[in-house]
């Protein structure tokens, strides 16, 4: 399985930004498909995940309320909606895959495919 990660970009205080993975090379059925950003200085972060197959989800306290994760099964794609953006919210977010069991997958050393970082900016 390979990934593509896609839409970041610049986008003021409050505003929104949707993030898109697609993937490519395989089945998903398996797979938990994840979101993880890391802002300079900081350790990768986990931000929300969702199960392929069956689709449970999970977010981050600190963007809970705020960020919704979807699948597109059609198209083998995962889409991040990140709303009321704050400039904390700055970092390379990536998405990411795995087939570790749930209970770890806010563990980023536990993925083991992932895509290019895509850049998200908030700022005024």
């Known amino acids: 399985v390979q990934l593509q990660a896609s839409g970041g970009g610049w986008v003021q205080p409050g505003g929104s930004l949707r993030l898109s993975c697609a993937a490519s090379?395989?089945?998903?059925?398996?797979?938990?498909l994840a979101w993880f950003r890391q802002a300079p200085g900081k350790e990768r972060e986990f931000v929300a995940v969702?199960?392929?197959?069956?689709?449970?989800?999970r977010y981050a306290d600190s963007v809970k309320g705020r960020v919704t994760i979807s699948k597109d099964t059609a198209k083998n794609t995962v889409f991040l909606q990140m709303n009321s953006l704050k400039p904390e919210d700055t970092a390379v977010y990536y998405c990411?895959?795995?087939?570790?069991?749930?209970?770890?997958?806010?563990?980023?050393?536990?993925?083991?495919?992932w895509g290019q970082g895509t850049q998200v900016t908030v700022s005024s």
């Open positions: 990411a895959a795995t087939r570790i069991v749930w209970s770890e997958i806010e563990n980023h050393w536990r993925y083991d495919v």
């Open positions: 090379g395989g089945t998903l059925n398996s797979y938990k």
């Open positions: 969702i199960r392929w197959s069956g689709g449970t989800i």
